[in-house]
Protein backbone atom coordinates (compact mmCIF):
# COMPACT_ATOMS: atom_id res chain seq x y z
CA UNK A 1 0.00 0.00 0.00
CA UNK A 2 1.38 3.33 -1.15
CA UNK A 3 1.88 6.39 1.42
CA UNK A 4 0.21 8.69 -0.56
CA UNK A 5 -3.02 6.68 -0.13
CA UNK A 6 -2.35 6.01 3.63
CA UNK A 7 -1.88 9.71 3.80
CA UNK A 8 -5.30 9.88 1.56
CA UNK A 9 -7.13 7.46 4.30
CA UNK A 10 -5.78 9.34 7.52
CA UNK A 11 -7.17 12.45 5.86
CA UNK A 12 -10.30 11.38 5.00
CA UNK A 13 -10.53 10.27 8.68
CA UNK A 14 -9.24 13.51 10.33
CA UNK A 15 -12.12 15.82 9.89
CA UNK A 16 -15.77 15.23 10.40
CA UNK A 17 -17.93 12.70 11.42
CA UNK A 18 -21.48 13.11 12.31
CA UNK A 19 -24.35 10.98 12.97
CA UNK A 20 -27.06 11.49 9.94
CA UNK A 21 -29.85 9.27 10.07
CA UNK A 22 -31.09 6.04 11.85
CA UNK A 23 -34.02 3.62 10.48
CA UNK A 24 -35.40 0.07 10.57
CA UNK A 25 -37.86 0.54 8.71
CA UNK A 26 -36.70 0.12 4.73
CA UNK A 27 -39.53 2.59 3.50
CA UNK A 28 -38.04 5.04 5.60
CA UNK A 29 -34.07 5.43 4.89
CA UNK A 30 -32.17 8.66 4.09
CA UNK A 31 -32.43 9.33 -0.06
CA UNK A 32 -29.56 8.31 -1.62
CA UNK A 33 -26.52 10.72 -2.32
CA UNK A 34 -23.05 10.13 -1.66
CA UNK A 35 -21.39 6.94 -2.05
CA UNK A 36 -22.38 4.30 1.18
CA UNK A 37 -19.73 1.87 2.91
CA UNK A 38 -21.75 -0.81 5.02
CA UNK A 39 -20.60 -2.39 8.12
CA UNK A 40 -21.98 -5.49 9.49
CA UNK A 41 -20.94 -9.06 10.70
CA UNK A 42 -22.08 -11.22 14.28
CA UNK A 43 -22.89 -9.52 17.21
CA UNK A 44 -20.33 -8.80 19.21
CA UNK A 45 -17.72 -9.20 16.23
CA UNK A 46 -16.54 -5.59 17.56
CA UNK A 47 -18.42 -3.17 14.77
CA UNK A 48 -19.09 -0.35 16.88
CA UNK A 49 -15.49 -0.38 18.43
CA UNK A 50 -14.14 -0.51 14.61
CA UNK A 51 -16.35 2.75 13.41
CA UNK A 52 -14.70 4.16 16.44
CA UNK A 53 -11.55 3.39 15.92
CA UNK A 54 -12.40 4.29 11.84
CA UNK A 55 -13.20 7.89 12.99
CA UNK A 56 -11.29 8.43 15.92
CA UNK A 57 -14.57 8.83 18.42
CA UNK A 58 -15.17 7.56 21.33
CA UNK A 59 -18.61 6.71 21.06
CA UNK A 60 -19.92 7.68 17.50
CA UNK A 61 -21.29 4.10 17.10
CA UNK A 62 -22.40 2.86 20.60
CA UNK A 63 -20.67 -0.56 21.54
CA UNK A 64 -23.79 -2.95 22.17
CA UNK A 65 -24.53 -4.18 25.46
CA UNK A 66 -27.26 -6.63 24.71
CA UNK A 67 -26.32 -7.94 21.54
CA UNK A 68 -28.42 -7.81 18.69
CA UNK A 69 -30.46 -5.22 19.82
CA UNK A 70 -30.09 -2.86 17.28
CA UNK A 71 -31.78 -3.42 14.41
CA UNK A 72 -31.49 0.00 12.69
CA UNK A 73 -29.31 1.15 9.57
CA UNK A 74 -27.17 3.95 11.26
CA UNK A 75 -25.68 6.54 8.63
CA UNK A 76 -23.02 8.73 9.63
CA UNK A 77 -21.61 11.35 7.04
CA UNK A 78 -17.55 11.09 6.87
CA UNK A 79 -15.94 14.77 5.98
CA UNK A 80 -18.60 15.83 3.48
CA UNK A 81 -17.50 12.82 1.60
CA UNK A 82 -19.18 9.58 1.77
CA UNK A 83 -21.60 8.02 4.33
CA UNK A 84 -20.77 5.16 6.88
CA UNK A 85 -23.54 2.80 7.34
CA UNK A 86 -23.51 0.60 10.74
CA UNK A 87 -25.68 -2.52 9.54
CA UNK A 88 -27.11 -4.48 12.51
CA UNK A 89 -25.06 -7.37 13.58
CA UNK A 90 -26.27 -11.07 12.89
CA UNK A 91 -26.32 -14.15 14.20
CA UNK A 92 -26.64 -14.22 17.74
CA UNK A 93 -27.75 -17.21 19.33
CA UNK A 94 -30.74 -16.23 21.03
CA UNK A 95 -32.44 -14.56 18.68
CA UNK A 96 -35.96 -15.97 17.80
CA UNK A 97 -36.59 -16.64 14.33
CA UNK A 98 -38.77 -13.38 13.47
CA UNK A 99 -35.49 -11.46 14.58
CA UNK A 100 -33.59 -13.13 12.44
CA UNK A 101 -36.13 -12.86 9.35
CA UNK A 102 -36.91 -9.23 10.17
CA UNK A 103 -33.05 -8.61 9.72
CA UNK A 104 -32.59 -10.15 6.57
CA UNK A 105 -35.77 -8.54 4.76
CA UNK A 106 -34.27 -4.87 6.72
CA UNK A 107 -30.69 -5.65 4.98
CA UNK A 108 -31.62 -6.82 2.04
CA UNK A 109 -34.60 -4.04 1.27
CA UNK A 110 -31.49 -2.19 1.66
CA UNK A 111 -28.74 -3.72 -0.63
CA UNK A 112 -30.89 -4.44 -3.60
CA UNK A 113 -30.75 -1.27 -5.85
CA UNK A 114 -29.21 1.15 -3.53
CA UNK A 115 -26.99 2.13 -6.37
CA UNK A 116 -24.69 4.56 -4.15
CA UNK A 117 -23.41 1.48 -1.75
CA UNK A 118 -20.09 0.72 -2.94
CA UNK A 119 -18.93 -1.83 -0.43
CA UNK A 120 -20.18 -3.75 2.77
CA UNK A 121 -17.13 -4.37 4.89
CA UNK A 122 -17.54 -7.94 6.10
CA UNK A 123 -16.75 -8.49 9.68
CA UNK A 124 -15.09 -11.34 10.90
CA UNK A 125 -13.99 -11.99 14.24
CA UNK A 126 -9.98 -13.06 14.19
CA UNK A 127 -10.49 -15.56 17.15
CA UNK A 128 -13.76 -17.26 15.82
CA UNK A 129 -13.01 -17.10 12.20
CA UNK A 130 -15.76 -17.70 9.10
CA UNK A 131 -18.49 -19.21 10.48
CA UNK A 132 -21.74 -20.58 8.49
CA UNK A 133 -23.62 -17.63 9.37
CA UNK A 134 -20.37 -15.51 7.89
CA UNK A 135 -21.18 -17.92 4.58
CA UNK A 136 -24.67 -17.18 4.49
CA UNK A 137 -24.41 -13.98 4.48
CA UNK A 138 -21.42 -13.87 1.75
CA UNK A 139 -23.76 -16.27 -0.16
CA UNK A 140 -26.62 -13.12 -0.21
CA UNK A 141 -24.77 -10.53 -0.94
CA UNK A 142 -23.19 -12.93 -4.01
CA UNK A 143 -26.56 -13.02 -5.08
CA UNK A 144 -27.03 -9.56 -4.55
CA UNK A 145 -24.00 -8.76 -7.03
CA UNK A 146 -23.02 -6.43 -3.88
CA UNK A 147 -19.56 -5.64 -3.50
CA UNK A 148 -17.94 -6.83 -0.24
CA UNK A 149 -15.02 -7.21 1.48
CA UNK A 150 -13.52 -9.10 4.97
CA UNK A 151 -12.20 -7.07 7.47
CA UNK A 152 -10.66 -9.45 10.61
CA UNK A 153 -11.40 -8.15 13.83
CA UNK A 154 -9.79 -8.41 17.18
CA UNK A 155 -6.58 -9.45 15.96
CA UNK A 156 -4.63 -8.79 18.76
CA UNK A 157 -6.34 -11.72 20.23
CA UNK A 158 -4.08 -14.32 18.71
CA UNK A 159 -0.77 -14.80 17.38
CA UNK A 160 0.58 -13.73 14.17
CA UNK A 161 1.47 -17.34 13.17
CA UNK A 162 -2.35 -17.74 13.62
CA UNK A 163 -3.65 -14.84 11.90
CA UNK A 164 -1.13 -15.57 8.94
CA UNK A 165 -3.13 -19.28 8.81
CA UNK A 166 -6.54 -17.52 9.22
CA UNK A 167 -5.65 -14.88 6.44
CA UNK A 168 -5.14 -17.72 3.80
CA UNK A 169 -8.03 -19.72 5.19
CA UNK A 170 -9.96 -17.08 4.92
CA UNK A 171 -8.80 -16.08 1.08
CA UNK A 172 -9.52 -19.44 0.48
CA UNK A 173 -13.03 -19.62 1.62
CA UNK A 174 -13.88 -16.39 -0.58
CA UNK A 175 -11.63 -17.31 -3.72
CA UNK A 176 -14.42 -18.79 -5.32
CA UNK A 177 -16.81 -16.09 -4.40
CA UNK A 178 -17.70 -13.52 -7.64
CA UNK A 179 -18.33 -10.42 -5.11
CA UNK A 180 -15.78 -11.05 -3.01
CA UNK A 181 -13.03 -8.41 -2.94
CA UNK A 182 -9.47 -10.38 -2.43
CA UNK A 183 -7.87 -8.28 -0.42
CA UNK A 184 -8.44 -9.12 3.09
CA UNK A 185 -7.56 -6.36 6.27
CA UNK A 186 -6.57 -7.57 9.38
CA UNK A 187 -7.28 -5.13 12.45
CA UNK A 188 -7.61 -4.43 16.10
CA UNK A 189 -9.65 -1.73 17.29
CA UNK A 190 -7.41 -2.12 20.62
CA UNK A 191 -4.44 -1.11 19.18
CA UNK A 192 -4.99 0.38 16.29
CA UNK A 193 -2.94 -2.25 13.94
CA UNK A 194 -4.84 -2.35 10.56
CA UNK A 195 -6.68 1.01 11.04
CA UNK A 196 -4.74 3.31 8.94
CA UNK A 197 -4.86 0.70 6.03
CA UNK A 198 -9.09 0.11 6.33
CA UNK A 199 -9.14 3.96 5.77
CA UNK A 200 -6.58 3.74 3.04
CA UNK A 201 -8.60 1.24 1.70
CA UNK A 202 -11.72 3.00 1.96
CA UNK A 203 -10.22 6.36 0.28
CA UNK A 204 -8.72 3.91 -3.19
CA UNK A 205 -12.66 3.11 -3.13
CA UNK A 206 -13.43 6.60 -3.39
CA UNK A 207 -10.55 7.66 -5.91
CA UNK A 208 -11.98 4.53 -7.79
CA UNK A 209 -15.55 5.63 -7.97
CA UNK A 210 -14.25 9.53 -8.21
CA UNK A 211 -15.57 10.52 -5.22
P1 LIG B 1 -20.41 -4.93 18.11
O1 LIG B 1 -21.49 -5.62 18.90
O2 LIG B 1 -20.06 -5.70 16.89
O3 LIG B 1 -20.66 -3.48 17.85
O4 LIG B 1 -19.07 -5.05 19.01
P2 LIG B 1 -18.42 -4.03 20.04
O5 LIG B 1 -17.62 -3.00 19.33
O6 LIG B 1 -19.46 -3.58 21.00
O7 LIG B 1 -17.36 -5.01 20.74
C1 LIG B 1 -17.75 -6.23 21.31
C2 LIG B 1 -16.72 -6.63 22.37
O8 LIG B 1 -15.46 -6.88 21.75
C3 LIG B 1 -16.47 -5.55 23.41
O9 LIG B 1 -16.28 -6.19 24.65
C4 LIG B 1 -15.19 -4.89 22.92
O10 LIG B 1 -14.44 -4.34 23.99
C5 LIG B 1 -14.45 -6.06 22.30
N1 LIG B 1 -13.54 -5.61 21.22
C6 LIG B 1 -13.87 -4.83 20.16
N2 LIG B 1 -12.79 -4.60 19.38
C7 LIG B 1 -11.75 -5.24 19.96
C8 LIG B 1 -10.36 -5.37 19.62
O11 LIG B 1 -9.84 -4.85 18.63
N3 LIG B 1 -9.60 -6.16 20.46
C9 LIG B 1 -10.12 -6.74 21.56
N4 LIG B 1 -9.30 -7.49 22.31
N5 LIG B 1 -11.42 -6.64 21.91
C10 LIG B 1 -12.23 -5.89 21.13
Known amino acids: MSDDILEDGRKLFAGTADFLWASGDKDNLIPEGPIEIALTGRSNVGKSSLINALTNRKAL ?18 NNRFRLVDMPGYGYAE ?4 KVAAWTKLIFDYLRGRSTLARV ?8 GAKEVDDQVMDALDKAAVSYQIVLTKCDQISGKELEALIAATQKRIAKRPAAFPQIIATSSL ?10 AVAQLLSDRGA
Open 121 to 128: LLLIDARR
Open 95 to 98: APKE
Open 61 to 78: ARTSVTPGRTQELVFFDI
Open 191 to 200: KGAGIPELRA
